[in-house]
């Protein structure tokens, strides 16, 4: 790689690049750390893997200035899997998502997001959100250890983090209302929870080992499906992200290898005990507005989490749960598109019908991938029979006068549309008469439609009418002379 590309791609400016990646940082603690409650881990597992996947994506991504880390798509597609088998399995399904993400770039299957509607994406996201709030609501509740303290200090977090960058925005609002509530905590010996409550802080470097599960039948039947839904979350987040900063920048990304990077990340943070994650969205963003463009704010990112989480382990394990639940309420309000709201009466009813059954599969199941499967699902539908609608066939058959009948068919004939297309042809108006079907304006797709024309052909010449079909595009016509009866 010739030197100029190697440091554009690395480190346009080292001093804004540290910068932006220290901002980063910041940025990235607390959510984090709420991620992993979210999930049902330690923070220490969502450090550990925010720290792992930084490094390595840094390397293997492809797409700079992106930030990675614990995300709450994942974790929250995780925590059904912890809650009934435990961490290890979590490990053990972060090591296959990652292959499958590796087997998905290699593939070159990147492309396939292009399959992803705008609609579906808006469900993602507005999902994502509610999802996002809910699992904060349990934090709230008495059973939980919530009082009185608790949501005053919630309101005083949510002032925090919207008013203050009225004032200034040199420093995260997240970080001043992490600071703020804990002192205010400490100070007056609030009866609240704190991260220490929650678990286990790094105190050390990560040590590589497998999973403590057994590598069999029943491990991969226990692990398939979340590692599935894993991969693809991740895979649809990570491409989301890509997408941003690609706008943001201006600048090209390689989705293949970006899928290929962050599987790599992801087996790499299991096999260190942390969870899977992808591309973070707000912290990308806050990167990239801070400067960041090269690889470097990445892997600075990543090292200097894993530096102050140790050396600020006995500060962090007083923060206030709190704390991190204002910071969710707001990644789950800012997360939300709500502009889609005002925006259902506009768009085409198919869209809006997509959009909403996204929203209400993901949240129906807590499964954020099979709400995007379903919304795929449906924009496929709505697409095919959109385009059938489009198939136009017009004659003079009805002119009993004319000594032949021609036609002309217009628009794409494949399988959602061939029925339509044989029903066009009414043989009873024919009369044994010539006929010419012109379909120079059309296009046929796949085998169903040349069995189609095959047997309009065939209709046709059985009520004694010599049928001619002229005007068939290159493409049809090879089609044909491979599906097609060589008679018609």
């Not at 910041?26 to 893997?49: C, H, M, N, T």
């Not at 959109?386 to 002119?399: E, F, I, T």
Request: net charge neutral; proline share 5%; aromatic share 8%.
């Amino acid at each position: 790689m010739p030197l100029n590309r190697l440091r554009a791609e690395w480190c346009p400016s080292i001093p804004r690049e540290l910068m932006a990646g220290a901002v980063a940082t910041f940025a990235l603690i607390p959510e984090v750390i709420a991620f992993s409650f979210v999930a049902g881990v330690d923070p220490a597992v969502g450090l550990f893997a925010s720290f792992v996947i930084g490094i390595v994506i840094a390397f293997t991504g492809g797409r700079p200035a992106m930030v990675s880390a614990a995300a709450g798509s994942v974790a929250l597609v995780a925590a059904p899997l912890v809650h009934a088998h435990g961490l290890p399995y979590l490990l053990a399904a972060g090591v296959l998502a990652g292959l499958v993400q590796i087997v998905f770039g290699l593939l070159r299957l990147g492309v396939l997001m292009r399959f992803v509607s705008s609609s579906v994406r808006t469900g993602f996201v507005n999902a994502l959100a509610i999802l996002i709030f809910s699992a904060q609501l349990p934090h709230l509740q008495a059973s939980h250890g919530a009082n009185a303290a608790t949501w005053a200090l919630l309101a005083a977090g949510l002032a925090l983090i919207y008013l203050l960058p009225r004032i200034t925005t040199a420093v995260p609002s997240p970080l001043v209302c992490i600071v703020v509530l804990t002192l205010v905590a400490q100070w007056m010996h609030l009866p609240v929870r704190t991260v220490a409550d929650l678990g286990h802080l790094p105190d050390a470097l990560p040590v590589f080992g497998w999973p403590g599960v057994p590598i069999d039948l029943e491990t991969l039947r226990l692990i398939a499906l979340p590692a599935c839904a894993i991969a693809m979350v991740g895979l649809l987040e990570s491409m989301m992200t890509a997408s941003v900063v690609d706008e943001l920048t201006d600048t090209p990304s390689s989705r293949n290898r970006e899928c290929t990077g962050l599987g790599i990340a992801n087996v790499a943070s299991s096999l260190f005990g942390g969870i899977a994650g992808c591309g973070m969205i707000g912290q990308t963003v806050s990167n990239v507005r801070y400067g960041g463009r090269g690889r470097l704010s990445t892997l600075f990112a990543g090292a200097f989490l894993l530096i102050l989480m140790v050396l600020l382990k006995p500060w962090v394990s007083l923060v206030p749960v709190a704390a991190l639940v204002a910071i969710m309420v707001m990644v789950s309000a800012s997360t939300f598109d709500w502009g889609s709201v005002r925006a259902l009466v506009r768009h085409p009813r198919s869209s809006s019908f997509v959009m909403l059954a996204t929203v209400a599969v993901t949240v129906a199941t807590d499964n954020l991938a099979a709400g995007v499967a379903t919304g795929v699902l449906l924009s496929g539908v709505f697409f095919t029979f959109k385009v059938a609608r489009l198939l136009q066939v017009d004659g003079n058959a009805g002119d009993v006068e004319a000594e032949s009948v021609g036609y002309r068919v217009s628009g794409q004939v494949f399988f959602a549309s061939s029925e339509l297309f044989v029903e066009s042809f009414d043989v009873r108006d024919v009369a044994g008469r010539p006929v010419t079907i012109d379909v120079s304006q059309a296009h046929f797709w796949d085998v169903t439609a040349i069995a189609a024309l095959d047997k309009v052909v065939e209709r046709l010449r059985r009520h004694g009418s010599v049928v001619e079909v002229s005007g068939l595009n290159a493409a049809s016509q090879r089609l044909k002379l491979r599906l097609g009866r060589e008679d018609a």
